[in-house]
């Protein structure tokens, strides 16, 4: 089967920095694309940004010019550099790829279990 493996998450201080790495195994190959995206308590699930296999990226508006997202496609692991971490950004992050299932070579999106992120002095 299937694995998003993920891992980084942790307690930071606000202002710091933290980084996220996600990893496809098994039966995926990401070709599309590949994100995070976040859950605070009592809120829905948001993006936190995507990039395709073609390196195009799209933020969410509340991350933008303090997270970067990048990708090694010979791995098919994504990354997540967090800087300039604020109290408002602790949720769980969960990594996601819309990729395709090598046993059946049909397109599946995947999750991953989530990374808790907490930002607090």
């Known amino acids: 089967q299937g694995q998003l493996v993920e891992s980084g998450g942790g307690l930071v201080q606000p202002g710091g920095s933290l980084r996220l790495s996600c990893a496809a195994s098994g039966t995926i190959l990401s070709i599309n694309a590949m994100g995070w995206y976040r859950q605070a308590p009592g809120k829905e699930r948001e993006l936190v940004a995507t990039?395709?296999?073609?390196?195009?990226?799209n933020y969410g508006d509340s991350v933008k010019g303090r997270f970067t997202i990048s990708r090694d496609n010979a791995k098919n692991t994504v990354y997540l550099q967090m800087n300039n971490l604020k109290p408002e950004d602790t949720a769980v992050y969960y990594c996601?790829?819309?990729?395709?299932?090598?046993?059946?070579?049909?397109?599946?999106?995947?999750w991953g279990q989530g990374t808790q992120v907490t930002v607090s002095s």
């Open positions: 996601n790829t819309d990729g395709v299932n090598r046993s059946t070579w049909r397109r599946q999106i995947y």
């Open positions: 990039i395709t296999s073609g390196d195009r990226i």
